[in-house]
Protein backbone atom coordinates (compact mmCIF):
# COMPACT_ATOMS: atom_id res chain seq x y z
CA UNK A 1 0.00 0.00 0.00
CA UNK A 2 2.98 2.37 0.67
CA UNK A 3 4.64 2.05 -2.53
CA UNK A 4 1.60 2.64 -4.54
CA UNK A 5 0.26 5.19 -2.12
CA UNK A 6 3.94 7.12 -2.56
CA UNK A 7 3.33 6.58 -6.48
CA UNK A 8 0.01 8.37 -6.46
CA UNK A 9 1.95 11.21 -4.69
CA UNK A 10 5.23 10.99 -7.22
CA UNK A 11 3.15 10.61 -10.02
CA UNK A 12 0.90 13.90 -8.93
CA UNK A 13 4.51 15.52 -8.00
CA UNK A 14 6.17 14.73 -11.27
CA UNK A 15 3.35 16.38 -13.20
CA UNK A 16 3.65 19.31 -11.26
CA UNK A 17 7.10 19.57 -11.57
CA UNK A 18 7.53 18.97 -15.42
CA UNK A 19 4.54 21.16 -15.60
CA UNK A 20 2.71 18.76 -17.15
CA UNK A 21 -0.71 18.64 -18.32
CA UNK A 22 -3.05 16.08 -19.07
CA UNK A 23 -2.88 14.76 -21.98
CA UNK A 24 -6.45 14.32 -23.88
CA UNK A 25 -7.75 12.87 -26.87
CA UNK A 26 -9.64 16.34 -28.09
CA UNK A 27 -11.03 14.55 -30.99
CA UNK A 28 -13.82 12.82 -29.32
CA UNK A 29 -16.70 14.23 -26.95
CA UNK A 30 -14.86 12.77 -24.16
CA UNK A 31 -11.75 13.46 -22.36
CA UNK A 32 -9.87 10.17 -21.85
CA UNK A 33 -7.24 12.21 -20.20
CA UNK A 34 -3.86 11.01 -18.27
CA UNK A 35 -0.71 11.93 -17.37
CA UNK A 36 1.92 11.27 -19.95
CA UNK A 37 4.30 7.92 -19.73
CA UNK A 38 6.92 9.84 -18.13
CA UNK A 39 4.68 11.05 -15.42
CA UNK A 40 3.08 7.12 -14.94
CA UNK A 41 6.33 5.48 -15.06
CA UNK A 42 7.49 7.49 -11.67
CA UNK A 43 9.65 5.12 -9.22
CA UNK A 44 7.70 3.70 -6.97
CA UNK A 45 9.00 4.15 -2.95
CA UNK A 46 9.53 0.11 -1.75
CA UNK A 47 7.78 -0.85 0.93
CA UNK A 48 9.08 -1.56 4.38
CA UNK A 49 8.94 -4.70 6.52
CA UNK A 50 6.84 -4.26 9.22
CA UNK A 51 8.58 -3.34 12.39
CA UNK A 52 9.18 -5.32 15.63
CA UNK A 53 7.88 -2.47 17.60
CA UNK A 54 4.20 -3.28 16.48
CA UNK A 55 2.01 -4.68 19.33
CA UNK A 56 0.04 -8.11 18.95
CA UNK A 57 -1.05 -8.03 14.71
CA UNK A 58 0.51 -4.87 13.70
CA UNK A 59 2.59 -6.83 11.77
CA UNK A 60 0.34 -8.56 10.12
CA UNK A 61 -2.05 -5.33 9.70
CA UNK A 62 0.91 -3.21 8.08
CA UNK A 63 1.52 -6.16 5.84
CA UNK A 64 -2.30 -6.52 4.48
CA UNK A 65 -2.25 -2.51 4.16
CA UNK A 66 1.17 -1.89 2.19
CA UNK A 67 -0.50 -4.77 -0.02
CA UNK A 68 -4.16 -4.60 -0.47
CA UNK A 69 -3.63 -1.64 -3.28
CA UNK A 70 -2.48 -3.02 -6.61
CA UNK A 71 -0.95 -1.12 -9.48
CA UNK A 72 -3.68 -1.41 -11.88
CA UNK A 73 -5.71 0.54 -8.84
CA UNK A 74 -3.04 2.84 -8.59
CA UNK A 75 -2.61 3.58 -12.52
CA UNK A 76 -6.38 4.38 -12.96
CA UNK A 77 -6.70 6.40 -9.58
CA UNK A 78 -4.17 8.71 -11.31
CA UNK A 79 -5.20 8.75 -14.54
CA UNK A 80 -8.60 9.85 -13.35
CA UNK A 81 -7.27 12.74 -12.27
CA UNK A 82 -5.93 13.54 -15.65
CA UNK A 83 -9.13 12.75 -16.63
CA UNK A 84 -10.88 15.08 -14.53
CA UNK A 85 -8.36 18.16 -15.47
CA UNK A 86 -8.66 17.53 -18.72
CA UNK A 87 -12.47 17.21 -18.86
CA UNK A 88 -12.71 20.51 -17.07
CA UNK A 89 -10.64 21.89 -19.21
CA UNK A 90 -12.54 20.88 -22.17
CA UNK A 91 -15.84 21.69 -20.44
CA UNK A 92 -16.95 18.26 -20.24
CA UNK A 93 -19.68 17.53 -17.80
CA UNK A 94 -20.63 13.90 -18.86
CA UNK A 95 -16.56 12.47 -18.84
CA UNK A 96 -15.77 15.04 -15.68
CA UNK A 97 -18.65 13.20 -13.77
CA UNK A 98 -16.76 9.97 -14.94
CA UNK A 99 -13.41 10.69 -13.93
CA UNK A 100 -14.87 12.10 -10.21
CA UNK A 101 -17.00 9.06 -9.36
CA UNK A 102 -13.72 6.78 -10.47
CA UNK A 103 -11.78 8.99 -8.07
CA UNK A 104 -14.36 8.95 -5.42
CA UNK A 105 -15.56 5.15 -5.70
CA UNK A 106 -11.45 4.01 -5.69
CA UNK A 107 -10.91 6.26 -2.54
CA UNK A 108 -14.07 4.88 -0.91
CA UNK A 109 -12.86 0.93 -1.36
CA UNK A 110 -9.43 2.25 0.22
CA UNK A 111 -10.56 4.25 2.87
CA UNK A 112 -12.91 1.06 3.67
CA UNK A 113 -10.64 -1.64 3.66
CA UNK A 114 -8.19 0.84 6.00
CA UNK A 115 -11.25 1.29 8.79
CA UNK A 116 -11.83 -2.79 8.53
CA UNK A 117 -7.68 -3.10 9.38
CA UNK A 118 -8.22 -0.29 11.79
CA UNK A 119 -10.81 -2.01 13.55
CA UNK A 120 -8.94 -4.84 13.69
CA UNK A 121 -5.28 -3.59 14.54
CA UNK A 122 -4.18 -4.23 18.18
CA UNK A 123 -1.80 -1.43 18.17
CA UNK A 124 -2.99 1.84 19.17
CA UNK A 125 -0.98 4.36 17.52
CA UNK A 126 -1.41 1.80 14.45
CA UNK A 127 -5.24 2.31 14.55
CA UNK A 128 -4.94 5.98 14.74
CA UNK A 129 -2.67 5.91 12.10
CA UNK A 130 -4.87 3.53 10.13
CA UNK A 131 -7.55 6.28 10.68
CA UNK A 132 -6.13 9.25 9.92
CA UNK A 133 -5.28 7.85 6.13
CA UNK A 134 -8.58 6.69 5.62
CA UNK A 135 -10.06 9.77 6.61
CA UNK A 136 -7.16 12.01 4.09
CA UNK A 137 -8.59 9.80 1.48
CA UNK A 138 -11.93 10.49 1.86
CA UNK A 139 -11.77 14.16 2.14
CA UNK A 140 -9.54 14.39 -0.64
CA UNK A 141 -12.20 12.60 -2.72
CA UNK A 142 -14.89 14.65 -1.13
CA UNK A 143 -16.70 16.62 -3.57
CA UNK A 144 -15.77 20.22 -2.22
CA UNK A 145 -12.21 19.14 -2.29
CA UNK A 146 -12.12 17.82 -6.15
CA UNK A 147 -14.25 21.00 -7.10
CA UNK A 148 -11.56 22.74 -6.89
CA UNK A 149 -8.84 20.54 -9.09
CA UNK A 150 -8.06 22.26 -11.91
CA UNK A 151 -4.64 21.46 -12.82
CA UNK A 152 -1.75 19.15 -11.81
CA UNK A 153 -0.83 21.50 -9.13
CA UNK A 154 -4.84 21.73 -7.60
CA UNK A 155 -4.64 17.68 -7.18
CA UNK A 156 -1.00 17.33 -5.84
CA UNK A 157 -2.57 20.16 -3.43
CA UNK A 158 -5.75 17.87 -2.35
CA UNK A 159 -3.96 14.68 -2.26
CA UNK A 160 -0.78 16.29 -0.33
CA UNK A 161 -2.72 14.91 3.74
CA UNK A 162 -2.93 11.59 2.29
CA UNK A 163 0.95 11.96 0.99
CA UNK A 164 1.47 13.35 5.18
CA UNK A 165 -0.58 10.22 6.07
CA UNK A 166 1.22 7.97 4.03
CA UNK A 167 4.15 8.46 5.45
CA UNK A 168 2.71 8.14 9.31
CA UNK A 169 1.76 4.94 8.33
CA UNK A 170 5.49 3.54 6.78
CA UNK A 171 6.80 5.14 10.04
CA UNK A 172 4.42 3.26 11.80
CA UNK A 173 5.21 0.17 10.16
CA UNK A 174 8.93 0.46 10.33
Known amino acids: MIRHMRKIMSVLGVALVLGAAACSDKTGDTATGAPSAAVTSAAAVASPSPSA ?70 DPALRTTLGTLASALTKASADDSLAGVKTFEDAARVVSPVGSAVDALQKACV
Do not use: H, P, Y
Open 53 to 122: KLVGNGKEICTAAMTMVNTADVDSFTKQFGALITARQLKNAAAEATAKKAIQDQAARWSQQLNEFQGRAD
